[in-house]
């Protein structure tokens, strides 16, 4: 079993920046697949950004077109954390971003390719 503790969210200005953080227990994340995905009210959720396991110490980016250019997905193994740093922040940017674990190194962009799940932090951008 997994958990998963995400952090970071909050109030921010459009233009403005945040980091998001996804902290990982009891289990070393080095094998894992990560994503980001996000949920707006009356939406599903949906894909972000994900960090693909290839083997090894080996890694993939992976970004859904709308944030490509402004969210950099990243990872620190030694502290079993993901990151999302999110840049240029818009209002439709607004939702609950939740941090998703995956066992299977081909994880993509479905909700269905992950196993674990965090709680969600709330992103919310006003212009």
């Known amino acids: 079993q997994v958990q998963l503790v995400e952090s970071g969210g909050g109030l921010v200005q459009a233009g403005g920046s945040l980091r998001l953080s996804c902290t990982a227990s009891p289990r070393a994340l080095n094998s894992f697949s990560m994503g980001w995905f996000r949920q707006a009210p009356g939406k599903e959720r949906g894909f972000v950004a994900t960090t693909r396991w290839r083997g090894e110490n080996s890694y993939t980016g992976y970004y859904a077109d709308s944030v490509k250019g402004r969210f950099t997905i990243s990872r620190d193994n030694a502290k079993n954390t993901v990151y999302l740093q999110m840049n240029s922040l818009q209002p439709e940017d607004t939702a609950v971003y939740y941090c998703?674990?995956?066992?299977?190194?081909?994880?993509?962009?479905?909700?269905?390719?992950?196993?674990?799940w965090g709680q969600g932090t709330q992103v919310t951008v006003f212009s």
């Open positions: 998703a674990a995956s066992m299977t190194g081909g994880a993509g962009m479905s909700t269905l390719d992950y196993d674990y």
